[in-house]
């Protein structure tokens, strides 16, 4: 079972481009979250699905979009690249979004020059 | 916004105990979490508390203080791989999580 797989592991970008990170979980959880991590800060919220078909914006979503067409994948999508998107982004789930622990995919780390 | 503090460093000897202490001004509470990460990983559970006291796992216990805004993470007879960041994180009252900013725990032979 491989949990949750984030794609791609690294990436450089020129500023202007449009970008994709795709997560996909294997463990059938209903919540999918999309989390920044940037030194110093910590982990931000960008962007949650609750349940498939569903989603919601976290702290920090502007210039982020996602999509939760079912249950297993949940892509990130940035659509004109900044270099203040430099970051590391990590996908996670929970079995539900209320009680459970949410768990992390190894993490996509990402450069916008 | 929400206001969790830890420290940014710390560093101990290999067999020695170590204490991470978190404080969370926040709005709502609904339990709080202690993740550890390992440089260049994802975040992994470590425990979880929502009531009074003390959890205990293994070599790891976490303590909880509601009423202080308050928690430790409680490490004993570190081991060298227990080099990481610990994060703590507290679920809000829309059940969404809210990190601090992690401490790095540096663990010398």
């Known amino acids: 079972i491989a949990g949750i797989t984030q794609a791609p592991t690294s990436q450089i970008l020129a500023a202007g481009r449009r970008m994709t990170l795709r997560c996909t979980q294997d463990?059938?959880?209903?919540?999918m979250y999309w989390y920044r991590q940037d030194l110093g800060l910590g982990l931000r919220l960008i962007h949650y699905?609750?349940?498939?078909?569903?989603?919601g914006k976290g702290e920090v979503p502007d210039g982020y979009s996602v999509s939760r067409a079912n249950t297993d994948d949940f892509p990130l999508t940035l659509a004109s690249a900044v270099p203040s998107q430099t970051s590391v982004y990590f996908c996670?789930?929970?079995?539900?979004?209320?009680?459970?622990?949410?768990?992390f995919g190894p993490g996509t780390r990402l450069t916008v020059l | 916004g929400q206001n969790i503090d830890q420290p940014t460093e710390m560093t101990a000897t290999e067999g020695a105990i170590v204490q991470i202490n978190c404080t969370y001004q926040?709005?709502?509470?609904?339990?709080l979490f202690w993740y550890q990460q390992h440089a260049g990983e994802a975040p992994t559970f470590l425990s979880y508390?929502?009531?009074?006291g003390l959890e205990e796992k293994g070599r790891f216990s976490s303590f909880l203080s509601r009423s202080k805004g308050y928690s430790y993470l409680l490490l004993k007879e570190l081991q060298m791989k227990d080099s990481a960041s610990y994060l703590c994180?507290?679920?809000?009252?829309?059940?969404?999580?809210?990190f601090g900013a992690g401490t790095t725990v540096t663990v010398r032979a």
């Open positions: 996670a789930s929970s079995d539900s979004a209320l009680t459970d622990t949410q768990y």
């Open positions: 463990m059938r959880h209903n919540a």
């Open positions: 699905s609750n349940t498939a078909g569903t989603t």
């Open positions: 926040t709005s709502g509470f609904n339990g």
């Open positions: 508390n929502v009531l009074d």
């Open positions: 994180a507290v679920r809000l009252d829309d059940y969404k999580l809210s």
